[in-house]
């Protein structure tokens, strides 16, 4: 073979080897550690972020029921109704009583200007029994001339009368109307409206169920918006505060495409200020994004421990793992190239796209980042050195 064929068949193999070398390259991770505080996973329950239990203010029968579970409602509107109609019946006859004090206290005032103007005392016959004209220019005057009668006592005396008529008016009608707006809140009872907006989410009632003072009606909740409440350790309560966010992990996959296998931010919504003096833990509630969940299902949430001293575990990509079986493991990269599958033991995902290893790799060795289908090897013992 001449020169020119030797540096022809020399080109065309650097071209061949290149492009796989440089694949190669891309697609090896060298294994990183990362230093955080350990995490405790505990278990709470998702929850609507408002939820009332509408119960009965008074006995009655049930006259109207808006839905079954799952309707819609807006602040408002009429979610159950009793029979009121002898309510109604009693405020009619109200209604009438306070019309009648109040032509009472009218008349009142009619007879207290008639006093005040045309007073009796003046007109009223003397004690003799004669007639007014001989009462006018005899009696009258003898009384006044003996003092035996007192005409401007008289004028004050029924005038005093007559405003005490008007007060007694008054004070019936005042009473009259308290009566009144007492059975007005009664008739309100007699509506559950909801308080906001939300959902039925339990019924306890149907439509002609007589119901008690005190009784359930129904369920109500805004499930627009929900959160997780945990009880947490009290050993874990000083590594919490309102508006931290932490990760969660839901039982189903997460809707929407925030997160990924069941993982989603929360956030520190509420901390409560007692502890259990039984169980000593206290009562957390983390906010979840919309649409995530459904109330009553359970969730986890991994909480930071301070008081555990810190782990430094390696990282690799969630791409690199592959499973035999239920065993994860990674393609390692042995000192010649060659990929070698080594088991590992995860511990929790990062929401960087990592995946914290336990055990089975040492940070700086080399794994592939995406394995392909066709990628295969024999076992590779693992190594302990990333406990």
Do not use: C
């Amino acid at each position: 073979m001449g020169k020119p064929a030797l540096v022809l068949a020399r080109s065309i193999l650097v071209a061949l080897l290149l492009p796989a070398a440089a694949q190669a390259a891309d697609g090896v991770y060298v294994v990183k550690q990362a230093e955080g505080l350990p995490t405790v996973s505990v278990g709470g329950t998702v929850i609507p972020y408002k939820d009332v239990t509408l119960a009965a203010q008074l006995p009655g029968r049930v006259q109207y029921l808006a839905g079954i579970e799952g309707d819609d409602f807006d602040s408002g509107d009429t979610l159950i109704a009793l029979d009121d109609s002898e309510l109604r019946a009693k405020r009619e006859a109200l209604v009438a009583r306070i019309a009648s004090a109040d032509a009472q206290l009218r008349n009142a005032g009619v007879q207290y200007t008639r006093e005040l103007y045309s007073p009796r005392a003046r007109s009223s016959p003397g004690g003799m029994g004669v007639p007014n004209l001989f009462d006018q220019f005899f009696t009258r005057p003898m009384e006044d001339f003996i003092g035996d009668r007192d005409q401007g006592a008289e004028l004050s005396a029924d005038l005093f009368a007559s405003g005490t008529q008007i007060q007694e008016a008054r004070n019936a009608i005042m009473a009259l109307q308290a009566e009144l707006r007492a059975l007005d809140a009664k008739l309100r009872d007699a509506r559950a409206v909801a308080p906001f907006d939300g959902v039925i989410v339990k019924k306890f009632v149907e439509v002609g169920d007589t119901v008690q003072p005190g009784q359930p009606l129904l369920n109500f909740a805004d499930v627009e918006y929900l959160q997780v409440e945990v009880d947490v350790p009290a050993r874990l309560r000083p590594g919490l505060r309102e508006g931290m966010m932490l990760r969660g992990e839901l039982d189903v996959p997460v809707r929407g495409g925030e997160g990924s296998e069941g993982g989603v931010p929360v956030r520190v919504a509420q901390i409560f200020p007692m502890a259990d003096p039984q169980r000593h833990t206290v009562k957390v509630k983390f906010d979840l994004p919309q649409g995530v969940s459904e109330p009553g299902m359970y969730a986890k949430v991994l909480v930071p421990d301070f008081n555990a001293p810190a782990r430094v575990n390696p990282v690799v990509p969630r791409t690199s793992i592959r499973f035999n079986g239920s065993l994860p493991g990674v393609y390692v990269l042995d000192e010649q190239g060659e990929p070698e599958l080594r088991l590992i033991r995860v511990g929790e995902a990062r929401q960087d796209g990592g995946v914290t290893v336990l055990s089975g790799l040492r940070p700086g060795e080399r794994i592939l980042e995406d394995p392909g289908a066709g990628v295969s090897s024999g076992w590779s013992q693992g190594s302990n050195g990333g406990r």
